[in-house]
């Protein structure tokens, strides 16, 4: 066990030893394959996936934490939950930026391998690592964000949490079109990527890059906001 990993779990058996307990045992993910990107910093695929940049995570994960919907969230002063964890850049971005980030991540054998490459005990107070739906439960209202990657690799448990999320928490549950339309509204274009779409639906990551995909003529300012979103989340 590396000393990192035991740091870690010090720091959140402060606040959380039964989960520090648990994390203690889990098992990490047999198909987990961490890797050093261009950076130096590690990153981590499964199953295909990349969970991170190949080439800056850490760079990618402050594009997610400055991200518009993310932006509108410190704006209003309110807390933020995030679906999924990988090796959890993304998640110490965040945390410089809210005294409270929520981590949705059921596989505890993923956060064991996260605690076992980043530092989390600087952040740690201000984490909350959520792993079973029934966490969910008097949670304080957050806007819920979705780690791509990790959605491509488990899109049914996203879905599943996605729902649960609004009902079971104080929890704005996942954004639909009427939401991106009003944090995005001042990008360029993409007004008439979102017209289309049904205003009070919950919108996917893929279904905005397959709308902004099916435009012709020349790239409008928000377009290749996505494109270079979406590009960045699958690690290229």
Same mark, same amino acid.
């Given at each position: 066990?590396?000393?990192?990993?035991?740091?870690? !779990?010090?720091? !959140?058996?402060?606040?959380?030893?039964?989960?520090?307990?648990?994390?203690?045992?889990?098992?990490? +993910?047999?198909?987990?394959?961490?890797?050093?990107?261009?950076?130096?910093?590690?990153?981590? &695929?499964?199953?295909?996936?990349?969970?991170?940049?190949?080439?800056? +995570?850490?760079?990618? %994960?402050?594009?997610?934490?400055?991200?518009?919907?993310?932006?509108?969230?410190?704006?209003?002063?309110?807390?933020?939950?995030?679906?999924?964890?990988?090796?959890?850049?993304?998640?110490?971005?965040?945390?410089?930026?809210?005294? !409270?980030?929520?981590? &949705?991540? +059921?596989?505890?054998?993923?956060?064991?391998?996260?605690?076992?490459?980043?530092?989390?005990?600087?952040v740690m107070p201000g984490l909350r690592f959520l792993t079973a739906p029934s966490s969910i439960a008097g949670q304080p209202p957050a806007v819920l964000i979705p780690h791509a990657p990790s959605v491509r690799l488990n899109r049914g448990e996203?879905?599943?949490?996605?729902?649960?999320?609004?009902?079971?928490?104080?929890?704005?549950?996942?954004?639909?079109?009427?939401?991106?339309?009003?944090?995005?509204?001042?990008?360029?274009?993409?007004?008439?990527? !979102?017209?289309?779409?049904?205003?009070?639906?919950?919108?996917? +990551?893929?279904?905005?890059?397959? %709308?902004?995909?099916?435009?012709?003529?020349?790239?409008?300012?928000?377009? &290749?906001?996505?494109?270079?979103?979406?590009?960045?989340?699958?690690?290229?």
């Amino acid at each position: 066990m590396t000393k990192l990993l035991e740091h870690n !779990l010090a720091s !959140l058996a402060q606040n959380d030893p039964v989960l520090a307990r648990k994390i203690r045992e889990a098992e990490i +993910p047999a198909k987990a394959n961490v890797s050093p990107a261009r950076t130096g910093a590690p990153t981590l &695929i499964m199953d295909g996936v990349s969970l991170h940049s190949r080439f800056d +995570p850490m760079g990618e %994960a402050e594009v997610l934490a400055d991200s518009p919907a993310v932006t509108e969230a410190r704006a209003t002063g309110g807390a933020i939950a995030v679906f999924g964890l990988g090796l959890g850049h993304h998640v110490l971005a965040l945390a410089q930026r809210f005294s !409270l980030v929520m981590v &949705i991540e +059921p596989n505890l054998g993923l956060i064991r391998l996260a605690f076992t490459h980043l530092d989390f005990s600087r952040v740690m107070p201000g984490l909350r690592f959520l792993t079973a739906p029934s966490s969910i439960a008097g949670q304080p209202p957050a806007v819920l964000i979705p780690h791509a990657p990790s959605v491509r690799l488990n899109r049914g448990e996203y879905n599943k949490w996605a729902k649960l999320w609004g009902r079971g928490s104080g929890g704005n549950g996942p954004e639909t079109a009427a939401d991106l339309l009003k944090a995005w509204n001042d990008i360029p274009g993409m007004k008439d990527i !979102l017209i289309d779409l049904d205003a009070a639906a919950p919108v996917e +990551p893929a279904e905005l890059v397959r %709308a902004a995909g099916k435009r012709r003529g020349r790239l409008s300012e928000g377009e &290749i906001y996505l494109f270079l979103l979406n590009e960045l989340a699958q690690g290229l």
